[in-house]
């Protein structure tokens, strides 16, 4: 199979799921208090008459259900996400517009550390494989992947702010910046801080990512450990290593080109689930450290029964996982030739 | 020359039943003894809770729903765990919440093993549409983060701990059935299935007959390691409210009604935590142990 059909194949896999997926909120919107338009407008709005005439009309709810689902999906491609209760009913499309940025700043600090710590962990397991080194390692990630995100952010809290007083919490940004933000250019704080020369806005926003993101790598490394530290003990014994050290390269260059590098491959597949782990992470510790973003904003969704928040954030977290997905399929197909030929 | 299906079919022929044999081997493995210990502590517990609350017994030092001393109370001799907000004896509340966790991480695994064990076999034994169903739809399940997921049909259910057991059911099966399907196919071509299909045995029997009893280790393994990852999801929405009736205590929501109290009471939250961590690294070091013990056998 050339690389172009394997990328096609895997762009219509990955439609196909989000259809899906489209279709679980849809049935779920359905059997949410026995009338979908709660599911736009949450239980509060449902009880009002006129909403309940409008959104019945703008979904069609009057037709049969597969009529339905189309102009589901139609108003889900439109923006038509419905409104958010628990927002002042504004549109949620704007809501996530709003706060997802948040939450890919967070993510993202989060992989590179996790990916980090998991590697570092995983080279010095495989180095000192069963010597004492590698029994610690293994209780230290077996103790990280263990804990809930939740306890690890207060474990964290506890830490770094109350007994250290090192770095802020319960803010996304320090409260005497905050009434001047930056002006949008990419929609990230963090990055338009830094392109429009806020220094100060910058640091402010870095240093409230470093607790929260640090609490999500260190519950999701462990997989990264895990995984490199059996593939690079199952590369060193393969064949080509035996021929590099045949060759006379020096152990360092056999360790990290010749078996780092090809050890690294399985670890690509494992992002996806690293992915969901950290997502899920993000509901509890945007929670604990006042991130405005998905998370916090799935929580507050679902303390006042706010049903379009609640399938809409379920929706792009999907979303999220799916492109993730892709992504790590296509970054395969580009790390490993085998793919590629297969 | 015997190969290992046979000499396993005269062992089992024999009466050494691979469940004495699994044991015997624990024992030998000493993470796995450890795992074990832990968990039977916890299930122990969990039932002795369980029957006592049936029988109307109470065998918590204190009534875990009432002030039984100081409010506050650091870990102490007479409040092992201190006392909560309300004054409350947080040793009782957490061994009251026990039973709770113990029975959806059961009711969940089980149900995602047996029916994610019947489907994936079936699928790879039928092939065709089934087959290819089944893939697409797990594929839309693995889309989802478990616990979102389970936050969005808990909602939609309604509150309540059956709709949680449900919700989670209803997530919890497609990894199985893949894991299931897989495993199946990789002894689908052994001869001892091909002479089954050429003795002319209809599919359900040799699924019955034979997959399942050669894949179901592999499987029991899986739902071992997995355990763990039910309490986890199950506490995180108990963390939130789900599934909780107040003042009925659950772990995750004796972590989240004292998350207020790090500065000034760090044991309220800590303590709850610890001891869902303690819970999950039990089952992840059983399941570890057991699957050592059943590859070295």
Not at chain 1, 106 to 126: N, T
Not at chain 2, 51 to 72: D, E, F, K, R, W
Not at chain 2, 241 to 252: C, N, Q, R, T
């Amino acid at each position: 199979m050339n690389i172009f059909r394997y990328i096609a194949r895997r762009l219509l896999l990955a439609i196909f799921v989000l259809l899906g997926v489209s279709f679980i909120t849809f049935i779920l919107a359905h059997s949410v208090g026995g009338n979908p338009v709660c599911a736009w407008v949450g239980a509060r709005g449902c009880a009002d008459p006129t909403r309940v005439a409008y959104y019945t009309n703008l979904f069609h709810l009057n037709a049969p259900i597969y009529v339905q689902y189309y102009y589901y999906v139609v108003g889900l491609l439109q923006g038509n996400w419905g409104v958010s209760p628990s927002e002042n009913f504004s549109p949620v499309i704007s809501v996530i517009a709003a706060r997802l940025p948040y939450t890919l700043e967070m993510a993202f600090f989060a992989i590179v550390e996790s990916i980090l710590i998991g590697v570092l962990f995983g080279v010095l397991a495989s180095l000192y494989h069963h010597r004492p080194m590698d029994r610690s390692i293994r209780s230290i990630y077996l103790a990280g992947y263990s804990t809930p995100a939740y306890l690890m952010a207060i474990i964290l809290l506890i830490v770094f702010v109350y007994y250290l007083h090192l770095l802020p919490s319960g803010e996304a940004v320090s409260s005497t910046l905050a009434t001047s933000p930056p002006n949008t250019i990419t929609g990230f704080p963090i990055l338009d801080s830094l392109l429009g020369g806020k220094f100060a806005y910058f640091t402010s926003s870095v240093e409230s990512m470093v607790l929260p993101s640090l609490a999500l790598s260190l519950t999701t490394f462990g997989v990264v450990t895990r995984v490199l530290r059996s593939s690079m003990l199952d590369t060193l014994h393969s064949n080509y290593i035996r021929t590099a050290r045949a060759k006379g390269l020096d152990e360092r260059s056999v360790f990290f080109k010749h078996g780092l590098r090809n050890a690294m491959i399985p670890v690509v597949t494992l992002s996806s689930l690293i992915v969901t782990w950290l997502i899920t992470g993000t509901v509890f510790v945007e929670t604990i450290f006042g991130i405005p973003g998905l998370g916090q904003y799935l929580v507050n969704a679902l303390l006042l029964s706010d049903y379009p928040g609640i399938l809409a954030t379920t929706l792009i977290f999907a979303i999220i996982v799916v492109s993730a997905n892709l992504a790590a399929d296509l970054l395969y197909a580009v790390v490993d030739p085998q793919i590629r030929l297969g | 020359m015997q190969t290992v299906d046979e000499v396993e079919r005269v062992e089992s022929a024999r009466g050494i039943s691979r469940p004495r044999e699994t044991l015997r081997l624990i024992r030998k493995n000493k993470g796995a003894l450890v795992g074990v210990s832990m968990v039977l502590i916890f299930l122990g517990v969990a039932l002795a809770q369980a029957i006592a609350t049936a029988i109307g017994v109470q065998i918590t030092p204190y009534n875990p729903l009432q002030l039984s001393g100081l409010l506050y109370s650091p870990p102490t001799l007479a409040h092992y765990f201190g006392t909560d907000q309300f004054g409350r004896d947080v040793f009782s509340r957490v061994i009251t919440a026990l039973p709770n966790d113990a029975e959806i991480s059961f009711a969940v695994i089980a149900v995602a093993l047996a029916v994610g064990t019947l489907v994936g076999s079936f699928a790879a034994f039928r092939g065709g549409i089934l087959e290819e169903a089944l893939m697409r739809v797990t594929d839309i399940f693995f889309a989802i983060p478990a616990l979102i997921l389970a936050i969005a049909i808990a909602v939609a259910l309604g509150n309540g701990l059956l709709n949680i057991n449900f919700a989670l059911m209803i997530i919890w099966w497609p990894p199985y059935a893949r894991l299931a399907r897989g495993e199946a196919l990789k002894i689908s071509h052994q001869n001892y299935i091909e002479a089954s299909k050429l003795a002319g045995f209809g599919a359900t029997k040799i699924i019955f007959k034979h997959v399942i009893p050669n894949i179901i280790q592999t499987m029991i393994v899986y739902a071992t390691l997995d355990i763990g990852t039910v309490v986890l999801v199950y506490s995180g929405l108990s963390y939130f409210g789900i599934g909780v009736a107040p003042p009925h205590p659950e772990l995750g929501f004796m972590v989240s009604s004292t998350t207020g109290f790090i500065l000034t009471y760090p044991w309220l939250p800590l303590i709850p935590g610890l001891i869902i961590a303690l819970l999950v690294v039990s089952y992840s070091i059983f399941g570890d142990g057991l699957r050592d013990a059943l590859e070295a056998g």
